[in-house]
């Protein structure tokens, strides 16, 4: 008789490798952000890994991965933003809630018609950051106008060339060695002819609901 089944390997095997990869995506990130920069930005590691992990491995790994790593970033390097009194506060769960919706985002990205292949995820991490640098910039343009903060770094032209683009280069960069990385050396193995939405069903998209 068997101690330990199948389910119950996928599950294990889960838990311990994005342990593993958020440690070490988040320590990489926060070690040595010079490393990865240009133009003032940095590549956002954990932001890309959290697309990847929603876009290869469905809504419950992008859900919950990308929460742990909100919560790892809100420790880390909590953002701050200007009270409407001037003074400088650090937001709470910003990170959490951010990358949470990050993850649900990649999950939900085309993952049924693309049948989430490799060249597509690419698009996704795109999109994703395109999402996230616009509406950052509306909500920070909008309170920091509302917070009489004006500043020239918050104007359409620079935040595009100096914000915008560079980052979406660095997150493009990244994408390459964490989607194969996650695809080939991932939490969920697609050894096999099946689908991918089939291997899914039986190892990756209920795990956490068994955890």
């Given amino acids: 008789m068997r101690l330990i089944n199948a389910n119950t390997r996928s599950r294990v095997r889960k838990i311990v ?74 937001t709470a769960f910003m990170g959490a809630f951010t990358l949470f919706a990050v993850g649900i985002i990649g ?26 640098k616009t509406a950052g910039y509306l909500l920070i343009y909008g309170w920091s106008n509302l917070a009489g903060a004006e500043s020239s770094l918050y104007m359409p032209l620079t935040f595009l060339v100096h914000s915008f683009l560079p980052q979406l280069l660095l997150n493009a960069i990244a994408a390459v060695p964490l989607m194969l990385l996650l695809r080939f050396l991932g939490p969920v193995s697609f050894k096999g002819n099946s689908k991918n939405d089939e291997i899914l069903k039986k190892q990756g998209e209920g795990t956490w609901l068994g955890i």
């Fill in 107 to 132: 999950a939900s990205f085309f993952t049924k018609r693309m049948h989430r292949n490799i060249p597509f995820s690419f698009v996704a991490v795109i999109f994703a950051t395109v999402c996230y």
């Fill in 17 to 90: 490798v994005y342990a593993v990869y958020i440690i070490l995506v988040s320590s990489i990130q926060v070690s040595f952000p010079d490393a990865f920069s240009f133009k003032g930005q940095t590549a956002d590691l954990m932001f890309v890994f959290v697309v990847l992990s929603g876009y290869f491995n469905g809504f419950w790994d992008g859900a919950v991965v990308g929460f742990i790593c909100g919560l790892v970033r809100d420790v880390f390097s909590p953002p701050a933003v200007v009270g409407l009194d001037g003074d400088v506060r650090v």
